[in-house]
T-cell receptor, first 114, second 113 residues
Framework: DQQVKQNSPSLSVQEGRISILNCDYT??????FLWYKKYPAEGPTFLIS?????DKNEDGRFTVFLNKSAKHLSLHIVPSQPGDSAVYFC?????????????FGTGTSLTVIP | KAGVTQTPRYLIKTRGQQVTLSCSPI?????VSWYQQTPGQGLQFLFE???????NKGNFPGRFSGRQFSNSRSEMNVSTLELGDSALYLC????????????FGSGTRLTVV
């Protein structure tokens, strides 16, 4: 049962334009959301996160939006650069009695075309 | 500081064999989690260890097991390998906080032939 879903396996965007990556989740217990970026042959690296008490968080060219009522979050990259070409994973976290548990989506492969 | 180190980077095994993968977390990180990444399946959670105890477990068969040592280093073992076990296995470590989630290693690419 995939609790975190990224329904677009791939996305192509022209350099300089906005990239929007989407993520949906099903569990209302999730209280923290993260985006990771993964290059081939490397492990995922943390990009940006957002707490469920916020609806927006910015870090340079990266902005994450959270819509709790729709159980949806999105990552905006503006402007997109060729170096942003990678697989992006969204993740959601919930705290259980045994500690935080992370659930990852299946990833969206972003290609930024020069 | 040093990142999460996984060894070996690449591994080829024959169906039916067993394999052990190793993960050294960032110094001071007590939680170590293991994930399997296959095309189209994203990162699937295997298990998490904290202070030498398995704290959480994903939906994988009993052929997948792990352990954590007192220095927080962790090993993952897969017995009776199947072709479908071919994947990138990622280890991640974290502190008790979640502000930056996990720090991942570069993974071990396992190929079962």
């Amino acid at each position: 049962d995939q609790q975190v879903k990224q329904n677009s396996p791939s996305l192509s965007v022209q350099e300089g334009r906005i990239s929007i990556l989407n993520c949906d989740y099903t569990n209302s217990m999730f209280d923290y959301f993260l985006w990771y970026k993964k290059y081939p042959a490397e492990g995922p690296t943390f990009l940006i996160s957002i707490s469920s008490i916020k609806d927006k968080n910015e870090d340079g060219r990266f902005t994450v939006f959270l819509n709790k009522s729709a159980k949806h979050l999105s990552l905006h990259i503006v402007p997109s650069q060729p170096g942003d070409s990678a697989v992006y994973f969204c993740a959601a976290s919930a705290f259980f009695s045994t500690g935080n548990q992370f659930y990852f989506g299946t990833g969206t492969s972003l290609t930024v075309i020069p | 500081k040093a990142g999460v180190t996984q060894t070996p980077r690449y591994l080829i095994k024959t169906r039916g064999q067993q394999v052990t993968l190793s993960c050294s977390p960032i110094s001071g990180h007590r939680s170590v989690s293991w994930y399997q990444q296959t095309p189209g399946q994203g990162l699937q959670f295997l298990f998490e260890y904290f202070s030498e105890t398995q704290r959480n477990k994903g939906n994988f068969p009993g052929r997948f097991s792990g352990r954590q040592f007192s220095n927080s280093r962790s090993e993952m073992n897969v017995s009776t390998l199947e072709l479908g076990d071919s994947a990138l296995y990622l280890c991640a470590s974290s502190t008790a906080g979640i502000d930056h989630g996990y720090t991942f290693g570069s993974g071990t690419r396992l190929t079962v032939v």
